[in-house]
Structure formats: C-alpha cells, structure tokens
C-alpha cells in the first residue's frame, strides 16, 4: 500500500531562516502532490500543489520541490517568522476506483523562535 | 464564496452511546464530500467519501457510518461508540481545479 512518511520530530528553527521539511512516499507513482498547513484545533488548509512534472513551485516564501526519481518533495519556507510556526502535511493524490482520493502524511511540526 | 460548517465543535460522550456528526457545504454544487479522523499525532485517515447524494464509499472497515441525505449535508454517525473512536473529524469537499481539498472547523469527538 502506499506510505507517506513525514519528519516526526519538531523542527525547531531561528526567525529569518530557511525551514525545510521533507515528504518521502513509496509504493505509488502519484500524479501530483500537495502540501497544507495545520494550526492547532484547526482544519489543515491548502497551501500548494507541484505535478509529476514540475521540479519547482513557488509561492510567496513559499517552495515546492519534487524528484519522482528520489520520491521525495521538500517544502521549504524562507525567512521563516514566529506565525509560520504549524504542523504541515504532504498529501499525494491516489485514483481508486476512478475517483482521486489524497493520502496524507502524519506531518511535521514547525516552531520558529523569535 | 464557498464554506464549509461543521457541529459540533466539541463532543464528550460515553462508551455505547450514538454519535451524529452534520457537516453542511455552501456556496457549491454536488461536491465530493469527505470524512477523515485525526488521532492525537496522527495523519489524517479517510473514514468514507461520497460523488453524490446516498452514494458512500467506505475507506476502512469500522464501527463507523455515513449518510448524504441531501448534496451538500454529510453525516457521520455510530450505533455504539468505542473507546477507539476519540479523535478529531474533519469534513472536506474538493475543489475543481486542483483536487484541494476545503476542510471544515472539526468536530473533537472524546468517548469516555
């Protein structure tokens, strides 16, 4: 079956640095993937979605990579600032019985410090 | 613009009794609706999807069941709560042009 697996631990990074998070799947090909953001209590919301072929995705200080080849998408933040500080999740897309369904990771924990 | 309601927000209940969670969308048409459990350090599990009105799929097997009486009303509901079944339920629908999918507030269901 398909597998998302996600940094467990926290990432714990200074303001005004590069927070980078990885995604790593197996078992599936996925035609694309995306990635949304978690506050606590809250319902995850959208933040970006990179195709099998897009390398690179850019939003804002926002960065999406993808190798198919590795399986693997990193997300990074840049400039980083205390609000950026959420749980954030990688979610692949699976067809199953002609309809798309999204797997998703467990996520990472990010906490950046003024 | 399209939302997404969810009630309620918060729920205690004991082991055996019935579970009635309602999430509503509005501001779309025939949505694909989504239910999903969050345990505590968990990712999200898809419990049951639906493409339309009284069409339910099943993702996992469990104590768990779901209903679409009308397009854009999605039920999740139990005849006995387990223990097991804590957790935070989200409902989502899915947008057109990308697949996103639109969560709502959540419902934190604690079964004591």
């Known amino acids: 079956s398909q597998k998302i697996e996600q940094n467990s631990e926290a990432l714990n990074i200074q303001e005004g640095k590069t927070a980078t998070l990885t995604c790593n799947y197996t078992?599936?090909?996925?035609?694309?993937l995306q990635w949304y953001r978690q506050d606590p209590g809250r319902g995850p919301v959208f933040l970006l979605l990179?195709?099998?072929?897009?390398k690179e995705k850019r939003k804002e200080r926002l960065k999406v990579t993808f190798d198919t080849t590795l399986k693997q998408s990193l997300f990074h933040i840049t400039a980083s600032q205390p609000a950026d500080s959420a749980t954030y999740l990688c979610?692949?897309?699976?067809?199953?019985?002609?309809?798309?369904?999204?797997?998703f990771g467990a996520g990472t924990r990010l906490a950046v410090h003024p | 613009s399209q939302t997404i309601h969810q009630w309620p927000a918060t729920l205690v209940q004991p082991v055996g009794s019935p579970l009635s969670l309602e999430c509503t969308v509005e501001?779309?048409?025939?949505?694909?609706l989504y239910w999903y459990r969050q345990a505590a350090g968990r990712g999200l599990q898809l419990l049951f999807y639906?493409?339309?009105?009284?069409?339910i799929s099943s993702e996992v097997p469990q104590n768990l069941s779901a209903s679409r009486p009308q397009d854009r009303q999605f039920i999740l509901s139990s005849k006995k709560l387990l223990l097991s079944d804590s957790g935070f339920y989200l409902c989502?629908?899915?947008?057109?042009?990308?697949?996103?999918?639109?969560f709502g507030p959540g419902t934190r269901l604690t079964v004591l």
């Open positions: 989502a629908w899915r947008g057109d042009r990308r697949n996103e999918q639109f």
């Open positions: 078992n599936y090909s996925p035609a694309y």
């Open positions: 990179i195709r099998e072929n897009e």
């Open positions: 979610a692949l897309v699976r067809n199953s019985g002609g309809y798309n369904k999204l797997i």
């Open positions: 501001g779309t048409s025939n949505p694909n």
């Open positions: 639906s493409v339309g009105i009284g069409q």
